[in-house]
């Protein structure tokens, strides 16, 4: 089966002729006799072009490109015409149509003008697909958890991510701050413009400001060409500038010249640059703390602080990690190729316990290093990794017996649970490990 035509006529010697043209050729056609009937068919079938006639007894041809376009952007328009005009013609490729035939001329020309349609079609239905996918991985719905905290976090976000207003999103590392800065954009007006991130805490003052602003040829040693920074590349677009307590003072005044008329100068420069950026920035840090003891300015504060999203650490929404954890666990499990993994009660249990201070991003490593040392099908408590034993009250005792129970546990996990290895491993006896594991309470 070769690609789909559409053809709107309300003359149907004509639209059959067409239609047995394009079917020699190998394509589908579809026919409709008006407008409304091609717009539902459109929406119904996986059009690639659309052959349509100017003159419709319930639309002007050339103005339909627009609703053709509004429902499927990468379905090229023909319009054909038993009248042609230079202005309708101009009109109907200002309109988004890819050519405009008069009637008469098409029977010699449509043929070849649908392959190139197609072509360009095809081409732009790969573009849109890709835009789809992308749009879909990074919007608000892939954000997992049902607690308050990170519905109240989803919100707000959802509301400002239609704007253009700067957002400060506050959180501990590793809450997603990027995740909901990828959001953000995505469901937004710019989301077909490009997504750069910037994590300020990676670079040195100086390459900070090249990366940021770039640099003209001969600015400093090694400067062989101009080099775009990420503004430019940022263009239309979000630039999304992660840690920006790492920022220094010097830096943080250029950058408030972008927020407040979108211009900058390049490092090594004497011309201002013009871009059209939203600016979204991140930090674990207290920034207001920060410019009240003047590691920060003050007027960079208000300028980001217009709109600020905090982000729960995932110790404040223990609801979730279940969900979370299940989500990662067959995340991994299908990356390596495992069959349906699941967890124990036990595990669950002490993941939901976890303090979580390295928050999902931890709970993520956790999960696919059990994915990774799995033997069977069901992942237990006791191959948790041993660090994992560490994050209680009990990593901070001094006292004798706390330490050993604390050791033990290590050993055990280590062992996977085999406490005939754990005890050879302790150079004890089987019997007084498990007086010992009675002892301490140590769960089997």
């Given amino acids: 089966m070769g690609p789909t035509v559409l053809i709107i006529d309300d003359e149907i010697k004509i639209r059959s002729l067409l239609a047995r043209i394009l079917e020699l050729e190998g394509f589908v056609v579809l026919q409709a006799q008006n407008a409304n009937e091609g717009l539902k068919m459109l929406a119904q079938h996986e059009v690639l072009v659309v052959v349509s006639d100017v003159k419709l007894p319930d639309a002007n041809?050339?103005?339909?490109?627009?609703?053709i376009k509004s429902v499927k952007s990468f379905v090229e328009v023909i319009n054909l015409t038993a009248y042609g005009t230079i202005a309708d013609g101009v009109l109907a490729i200002k309109n988004g149509a890819f050519d405009y035939l008069t009637k008469g001329d098409d029977n010699d020309k449509i043929i070849p003008l649908v392959y190139k349609a197609i072509a360009k079609a095809e081409l732009q239905l790969r573009v849109y697909e890709l835009e789809g996918k992308v749009s879909n991985k990074y919007s608000f719905k892939t954000i997992l958890g049902n607690s308050?905290?990170?519905?109240?976090?989803i919100?707000?976000?959802?509301?400002?991510?239609?704007?253009?207003?700067?957002?400060?999103?506050?959180?501990?590392?590793g809450t997603g701050k990027e995740v909901f800065a990828q959001a953000i954009h995505y469901e937004s007006?710019?989301?077909?413009?490009?997504?750069?991130?910037?994590?300020?805490?990676?670079?040195?003052?100086e390459l900070l400001e090249s990366e940021l602003f770039g640099y003209k040829a001969g600015a400093f040693t090694g400067a062989n060409k101009d080099k775009k920074g990420l503004l430019e590349e940022a263009n239309g677009g979000t630039l999304f500038l992660d840690e920006i307590g790492e920022m220094n003072l010097d830096l943080q005044a250029k950058l408030l010249r972008v927020l407040e008329n979108q211009s900058f100068i390049k490092v090594g420069a004497t011309t201002t640059n013009q871009v059209n950026v939203r600016i979204l920035a991140a930090t674990?840090?207290?920034?207001?703390?920060?410019?009240?003891?003047?590691?920060?300015?003050?007027?960079?504060?208000?300028?980001?602080?217009?709109?600020?999203?905090?982000?729960?650490?995932?110790r404040e929404r223990k609801a979730d990690i279940p969900m979370l954890a299940t989500f990662y666990l067959k995340e991994f499990a299908d990356k390596v190729n495992r069959p349906a993994l699941k967890m124990d009660e036990k595990l669950i249990d002490a993941l939901t316990k976890h303090s979580w201070k390295g928050n999902v991003r931890e709970l993520k490593n956790v999960i696919e290093r059990l994915v990774i040392l799995a033997n069977g099908d069901t992942l237990e408590a006791s191959q948790l990794p041993y660090e994992f034993f560490a994050d209680g009250p009990i990593a901070n005792a001094l006292d004798l017996q706390s330490v050993e129970k604390l050791h033990i546990q290590k050993v055990l996990a280590h062992a996977k649970g085999n406490k005939t290895e754990t005890a050879r491993l302790l150079n004890i006896g089987l019997t007084t490990l498990y007086r010992k594991l009675e002892e301490y309470k140590i769960a089997d």
């Fill in 155 to 173: 919100g707000l976000a959802e509301k400002v991510a239609v704007t253009d207003t700067t957002v400060l999103l506050l959180g501990e590392t």
């Fill in 284 to 314: 674990n840090r207290n920034l207001k703390a920060q410019a009240d003891e003047g590691h920060f300015r003050l007027d960079l504060y208000y300028r980001l602080s217009v709109f600020v999203i905090p982000l729960p650490a995932l």
């Fill in 189 to 205: 007006q710019r989301k077909n413009k490009p997504f750069v991130a910037l994590n300020c805490s990676g670079f040195s003052a």
């Fill in 148 to 153: 308050k905290a990170i519905r109240e976090a």
């Fill in 61 to 67: 041809g050339v103005e339909l490109v627009k609703k």
